[in-house]
Structure formats: structure tokens, C-alpha cells
């Protein structure tokens, strides 16, 4: 008979430091590996179309790293390095459908916990989901013939290129109504025989992905369960303890995934207080008590640390929802509302909006007295970071804390 493994007991506040932790918001962030550092850590940073301050994938650095420049975010998720080519080589002769030198991307776009950017060496475990797409036997969108077989037959002779670039990605004005070549290049990429190498202007940029992923991770087709084992372990090193639930959600796993292989993952079982579910952790995530500075900012909806509204409630006790898809008449706390974080607690919420060189907080939710200076300092941080000069609040939900904060943003304002 075996013996059962000892499970560590947390207690809540314990596992909501470790979650702050994991996700690069306690303790002092590596800035010397940046945004790529950011997403390597994170293992999935979520796109999203709304950009009210920025893109959601701009938030997600930010709200870590500080005031990081807009264009380097963008650049260190896109730019790409030339592959080395042997001295001995010889130059092949330019010609008008000649593609660019071959490079080594540093992420790629795929389907994870939605639409994310994803480090370049996770590709291979990305295998599974592009079987399950090629496999699949129905689709929302007919697929024209030959028109496949057109689009790549394109990307190969005049690579990379946008939607516009092969014919046009709509057929109407409505955002669904796609042409036969969108229909077929998106289908590509979800085979993995294409990847977006790039956004340029919210455009995905696409390629074959025999040109743009490197040789020793494209021919490296592991199985499913090698796949899900490693998605299981990313997910519980980026969240640092978490349910079964939380596990799965991280990229979009089945429950019954999660259960074939969790127990070779390398995440080790925990009890947390008040959770009332079983949990596992990262090993190395409970070796030393998390300790050090927390962040103050702004946070996406779609960021990683509350992306999954349960989760959030039994860390934060903070219910979130994203309203931007909500009639503006039953919206409670606005179109985009972003939590605030500070002292690793959610104390908050504020609508943001942009008219010329001012931050206006359409609508600010405060948690008591003691969340006015860090709301303010959310504020003002974020409006600095996209050049506006000033901070207007519209509506406090509270209105004898409307005052406070008004005083406490001319304070940092000067």
C-alpha cells in the first residue's frame, strides 16, 4: 500500500502572496529581462481589440515594470532576431519573390487561454490544440475551395503579409462576415501551418510557420499527454497555487486533462484555507515565504492575476466583471473598469477614459478612506505613462471621499 503524500497546509493570506508573487506583483520585478521576461514568467500575455489607456497586451508589463515605453513593449514582443547563417554559405541572388531572410521570433501568436501572445520555445507544446484543430469536423465558417491552397501558394512567394495584403479580410463591414482568404488564413494558423510574426496596426501579420519558427521547435510534434503535463506545470508555476479549475483555465485545458497528468506534473498538493477544494502548487513557490515590495497600478480585466473571475473572488474577495460588452444602462462601474491594485489587495476600481492631455476617471470605486492615495497614485502613474499632464475624476461612488482624492491627486500633481 502506498503512502500518501503529505500536503503543505496554507493558510488564505499565505496563498494570496504566493499568487501576488508568481504573477511579478510582489517583490522586486527583473527588469533586466523586461517585457520578454514579463511573458516568459506569465507563459501567456491575452490580446484583446478594446484599447481605452492602451492594449490590454501593454497592460500586462506595465502594470508590473512601471512607465516602460509603449514602443518597447511592442518591439520586445515582435522584433525579431536575424538566424545566424553559416560563413561558408553562399548569398542567394535577390529576386522580386525572393522572402525575407529567415529569423528567430521571440513569441507567437495561438489560442490559449484565448487569443495570446506565447514565448516562442512553448510552441511545441501547442501540438495537441493544432491536432485538434485539423481534426476538427466543424467550423463556423465555410471555407471556399482552393482557396486554402491560394493563400499559402501567396505567404510563400511573397511573405509575411496581412489579411488586406492576400484579398481583403471582410466580405461586408459586419466583424464577422469574413472573405474566403481570412476564412483560409486563419484556418492556417490554427493548423500551424502559418503564425502571426507581428501586429502592425492591430493587423496580424502572417507567415508560413516553416519560415518563421525555428527548425529545432517546428519538427518537435510531441504527443498530447507530453503537452498537456507541460501546460499543467507552466500553469502552476505562473499562478503559484491553485485549483484544479484554476489550472485548467490558465490555457483553456479540459478538467479531465488536467486530471491524467497532474499527478506527474511536478506541482505538489496543498490545502488552502477557505478554498474548500484541492489545490497543488510550485514546489519551488512554497520554499521560501514571499516577502518584499507590492505594486501600485492599474490592472487589466484581462490580466493574468484576475482574468478568471471565481479565482479572483477567493483570493481578493473582489467580484470583477469586464462591461464593456454590457448596455451602457445596466453598466455598475463603467465600459473598462481596472481594479486597482496596492498593498496586494484589490482596494478599487476606475473607469478610465483620455480627452487631450487628461486622464479622466469617468467613474472611481473606493474601498474606504485608506485606498485614496493608491488610487491616486494609480492615477497619476498611469497618466504619465501615457503622456497625458492631468488627472480629472468625473464621479467617486462615495461622495465624501470625492474630496479626498481630489486633494491627494493635486498632491502628486503638484
Not at 484581462?302 to 477567493?314: C, G, N, Q, V
Request: some cysteine; hydrophobic content about 40%; glycine content about 8%.
Amino acid at each position: 500500500m502506498t503512502t500518501p503524500r503529505p500536503t503543505t497546509e496554507l493558510t488564505a493570506d499565505e496563498a494570496r502572496r504566493i499568487a501576488l508573487r508568481a504573477q511579478g506583483f510582489l517583490g522586486a520585478p527583473d527588469r533586466r529581462s523586461g517585457v520578454r521576461g514579463i511573458l516568459r514568467h506569465l507563459g501567456a500575455v491575452q490580446l484583446d481589440t478594446i484599447s481605452v489607456l492602451a492594449r490590454s497586451h501593454e497592460l500586462i508589463p506595465y502594470a508590473r515594470l512601471g512607465a516602460i515605453g509603449r514602443k518597447t513593449i511592442e518591439t520586445a514582443y515582435w522584433s525579431t532576431a536575424p538566424t545566424p547563417t553559416p560563413a561558408t554559405a553562399p548569398t542567394p541572388p535577390a529576386t522580386a519573390l525572393t522572402p525575407a531572410p529567415p529569423s528567430a521570433p521571440h513569441a507567437f501568436e495561438y489560442w490559449s487561454h484565448a487569443a495570446c501572445i506565447l514565448p516562442i520555445e512553448e510552441w511545441p507544446h501547442f501540438a495537441f490544440r493544432r491536432r485538434a484543430y485539423r481534426n476538427r469536423p466543424h467550423w463556423n465558417h465555410d471555407l471556399p475551395d482552393g482557396t486554402y491552397a491560394q493563400v499559402i501558394k501567396q505567404l510563400r512567394t511573397e511573405g509575411p503579409l496581412t489579411a488586406t495584403d492576400l484579398g481583403g479580410a471582410k466580405k461586408t463591414s459586419d466583424w464577422w462576415d469574413w472573405s474566403g482568404t481570412k476564412v483560409a488564413v486563419e484556418r492556417a494558423l490554427m493548423y500551424g501551418e502559418v503564425v502571426c510574426v507581428e501586429r502592425r496596426g492591430w493587423k496580424r501579420v502572417y507567415d508560413l510557420a516553416e519560415r518563421a519558427i525555428p527548425d529545432t521547435l517546428l519538427h518537435d510534434e510531441l504527443d498530447d499527454t507530453e503537452c498537456v503535463r507541460r501546460l499543467v506545470r507552466l500553469a502552476g508555476q505562473s499562478l503559484g497555487v491553485g485549483t484544479r479549475a484554476d489550472i485548467a483555465d490558465y490555457h483553456r485545458l479540459k478538467g479531465e486533462q488536467v486530471d491524467a497528468v497532474i499527478a506527474d506534473s511536478g506541482l505538489v498538493p496543498v490545502t488552502v484555507e477557505g478554498w474548500g477544494k484541492p489545490a497543488w502548487a510550485d514546489p519551488a513557490a512554497l520554499e521560501t515565504p514571499p516577502r518584499g515590495r507590492h505594486r501600485t497600478t492599474l490592472l487589466s480585466p484581462f490580466d493574468s492575476l484576475i482574468w478568471e473571475r471565481a479565482r479572483t473572488e477567493r483570493i481578493f474577495g473582489f467580484t470583477h466583471r469586464l462591461e464593456a460588452y454590457v448596455p451602457k444602462q445596466k453598466r455598475v462601474y463603467g465600459y473598462f473598469a481596472m481594479p486597482v491594485l496596492s498593498g496586494g489587495r484589490l482596494v478599487g476600481r476606475v473607469d478610465p477614459a483620455r480627452e487631450g492631455r487628461t486622464l479622466v476617471a469617468k467613474q472611481a470605486v473606493l474601498n474606504g478612506p485608506k485606498a485614496v492615495p493608491a488610487v491616486a497614485q494609480a492615477l497619476v502613474e498611469a497618466a504619465s505613462w501615457v503622456d497625458c499632464t492631468d488627472v480629472r475624476v468625473e464621479r467617486v461612488d462615495a461622495p465624501d471621499l470625492r474630496e479626498p482624492l481630489a486633494k491627494e491627486l493635486s498632491r502628486i500633481l503638484g
